[in-house]
Every structure is written in C-alpha cells, then in structure tokens.
Antibody, heavy 121, light 107 residues
C-alpha cells in the first residue's frame, strides 16, 4: 500500500523558512516522480512543483509564485521527499500535500494527508 | 504557462441527475487532462486520467471526454456520495496547473 506521510508544518513568521518532509513507502521511491501541491484555506488546489526520478534526470520544475523561493529535493536512500521553503509570505499559508506523479504526462496518482503551514506575524 | 478554466464554479443537482463539468485549457494539451475529486477535510483522489481513462476503483458513472482545449467530466447518475469539489489538471507541460475547481452540492 502506498503511503505518503508529510511532516514539518507549523507556524512561521513572514520572511522565515521551513522544511517539509514526506516519508514514502509501499512503492519504489527511487523510480518515482514526486510533486508538492498546496491548498490555501477554503481555496482550490495549487500545483507547487515536481522532481523527476534521478534515472530520468532529476529535473525540478516550479510554479511561478514559488520559483526562486522553494526548493524540492529527494533522498532516495531515506525514501524521503523535501520541500525547502524560504522567504515565506502570508499567502503561502496552506495545507501542503506530497504526491506521486506517474511520470511524464501522467496524473498525480497518490496523495499524502497534508501538513498545514501557517505564515503569520 | 498553460491556464486551466473550469465551469461552473459551483452547481447543485439532485440524486439521479446527469451532471457535466467543463474544463478549458489556454492552449492545446492533447489528452493530457486529469480529473480529481476532493471531499471536505480529505486529500484529493484521482478519478480520470488522460481525459477519458477511469482510475481503478472509481465508479463507472464517472466518465471523461475531450481533447485539445475542451474537456468534460460527466457523472451519469448523481449519488449522494458525489457531493464534493472537482478539479481538472493538465499534465501536458512540466508545470501541472489545476483548474479553480467546481463545488458540487446535492439538493
């Protein structure tokens, strides 16, 4: 059974940093493309970014609102995905979901339960 | 960047009704279009991928169609458990944008 468990969310001040982790199990992590999706309170889904498997090049892509501030990385030995978030803004407040991406052109097929990040002074 | 536009943003329908939600891409995305369902307090789940392929375990009353820029999600006979938000998402480009969502309420 695929399991994605996010951690690291919490309250942070504007301009601060936070790192989210996602522990994966139940599938071959090192072959998986992974992504982060967020959802602000009461709002819709927003794609944040993705990382390819190292075998496929390990390329990362980011949505415009987070590009240059957020960094997605992975540790295949620990089966863990990360989201480093810097220069956080109030509008980054959201539930952040870790997801598996079924490769180039494919859908997001599995989701974690999400972790809440609140940016507030 | 490819923009995705859904309509309507909300709708209310009765059990047994046929319901259609539309998604339009700002440029052609072939059939790289996916649909998700999200219930309150839960993570989304994949319903339809590549425009018309039903994800395993999803009831057959859900179907998808379209190609290019215009796509539809159809629920053939609405059930009470279909009350949820529905989102389209393109996977044509490396930036996988979502539509703004459709809130479906059961009358």
């Amino acid at each position: 059974e695929v399991q994605l468990v996010e951690s690291g969310g919490g309250l942070v001040k504007p301009g601060g940093s936070l790192r989210l982790s996602c522990a994966a199990s139940g599938f071959t992590f090192n072959n998986a493309w992974m992504s982060w999706v967020r959802q602000a309170p009461g709002k819709g889904l927003e794609w944040v970014g993705r990382i390819e498997s190292k075998n496929d090049g390990g390329t990362t892509n980011y949505a415009a609102p987070v590009k240059g501030r957020f960094t997605i990385s992975r540790d295949d030995s620990k089966k863990t995905l990360y989201l480093q978030m810097n220069s956080l803004r109030i509008d980054d407040t959201a539930v952040y979901y870790c997801t598996t991406y079924s490769g180039q052109g494919g859908p997001i097929d599995y989701w974690g339960q999400g972790t809440l990040v609140t940016v507030s002074s | 960047d490819i923009q995705m536009t859904q309509s309507p943003s909300s709708l209310s329908a009765s059990v047994g009704d046929r319901v259609t939600i539309t998604c339009r891409a700002s440029q052609s995305i072939s059939t790289y279009l996916n649909w998700y369902q999200q219930k309150p307090g839960k993570a989304p789940r994949l319903l339809i991928y590549t425009a018309s392929s039903l994800q395993s375990g999803v009831p057959s009353r859900f179907s998808g169609s379209g190609s290019g820029t215009d796509f539809t999600l159809t629920i053939s006979s609405l059930q009470p458990e279909d009350s949820a938000s529905y989102y389209c998402q393109q996977s044509y480009s490396s930036l996988g944008a979502f539509g703004q969502g459709t809130n479906l309420e059961i009358k």
